[in-house]
């Protein structure tokens, strides 16, 4: 069976500009996640990312792709049996022609800069939500990515956790220049956007903050 | 490597599961290469170049004669210096304690013909010389009585063969194999008169010895034109090779053995695949977000294969050593000549490496169906 879930979206994000995507459940924004960050299939239309077509895009073009788009998700996925350093190190490891030392120290200083340099041989498993997030955080950035996909990262953190994580994303982006693209439901960070965008039903409507 | 360490209990129960099959295929192929072994143990020790048999013969249990002239017409050929006509039969040989009576294998020769590579049995075999006098291997099973102890302590042990009243006079150390539980060397005087319906001029086998030297294929081909049909020319490893060929083969030993190996590597395949595979299923959402985070998926497989090859590693030493201990148990209780050799060794961990990388290509699958997009 096929069904049209997204109809009409046009967005373009540019290099250090933050768009956060609010919206009920179920319109749609995840589907738009994934399809933006090349983790499904194209089927119709046509998304360009870093000026390469997603529409038909072969599977090792998109894991390509994948390389160069971070992504933090609401359940943090870390890799369980590694350490706090060594997570993020997974991500600098996607960058080519560093040795271990360059990446494991470049692993430490993103940590740092989330602020859990005390933190960095600890098991996700010993770590509190927001240090895990944190440490999400720190992998996705860890591979300099161009492109940060977020999906409601402050959703199972406190408000003021939340708070800090989502400065601290603001911060980092702008640093790298790297455009950000954030699915919300939490109206106390509404404010860190330079865009805001509302979807239902699978449109997407600008919206004025 | 990290996925197997954080997990002690899952990585015990796999190495475990491991090298239980290894010991399971250390212990049948052992065996069974210990018993083909053991079936040659007095084939080794023959002081030939070239061995005739009757064509007619099957194995070591089922000699048939052939007239001892052609072993003579061996001779004719230049390169051959020496030859040794071997009566090999079984014969009935009472216990000297409780009388009960068992088949023993009998080798009879002529004292002064050299028989076997050991050169103590030159001078021990003079003692053969003297009618009904008998050398009995010590390491005969104990059924046929405490021979060698009693020798041993300077009584006189005296047994009954075919009816036939005679003495040990001498112990040699010779050792049992599948067909004979234990030997016995006869002067061929003494050997005809036990087995009186012998064909006059009829032997078993016939030992050649060879100018140092000799080109022995090319001497083997040359005896087997020369000589009529009635006999086969072997050399010495050919007729090791026919010994153990017939065990092999015309017996279900050898399908028992490499079955009961087969069963082995099938357990251990089924233990490892279970393990990878729960394994690769509990971390499939960290796989996903790793395929998220743009690593290929030929990386991925690689750390399930890696996995897979640890396992082998760290299950199969256990199993060595294992092994070698229970090697060493079965030495001690059947005599039979089972040691740890390096083919067999590596066969098993080839084979137990073979095991963990199929059932890691199998677990693989379950990788397949890491989706990246279902992370959300």
Redesign the interface.
Known sequence: MRREVLQSIDLVIRPGEIVLLTGPSGCGKTTLLTLVGALRQVQEGSIEIFGHQLHGASRMARQQLRRRIGMIIQGHNLLRCLTAEENVQMGSDLLIGLSFQERRSQARDWLRAVGLGDHLGKLPHDLSGGQKQRVAIARALAAKPKLLLADEPTASLDSQTGREVVELLKGLATDQGCGVLMVTHDPRILDIADRLLQMEDGRLFAKTA | M??L??QPVRLAVALAGISFAGILMFMQLGFRDGLFDASVTVHRLLDADAVLISPRSSSSVSMAGFPRRRLVQAMADPDVVGITPVHWNLLLWRNPQNRSTRSILALGFEPSDPLLIDPVLVTKAQVLTQRGRVLFDDQSRPEFGPVAQWFKQGRIVESEISGKRVRVAGLVSLGTSFGADGNLLASSETFLELLPNTPAGSIEVGLIRLKPGADSVGVIKRLSSALPADVKVLSKQGFIDFEQNYWRSSTSIGFIFTLGAAMGFIVGCVIVYQVLYSDVSD?L??Y??????????SSLLGVVAREGFYLAVFGYLPAYFAGEGLYWLVRSATKLPVAMDVNRALTVFSMILVMCMVSAALAMRRLADAD??D??
Not at chain 2, 288 to 297: E, F, Q, R
């Open positions: 990290l996925l360490t954080r971390h959402p960290e996903a977000t790793l395929m998220a985070m743009g690593y290929p998926l990246p997009a992370i959300f």
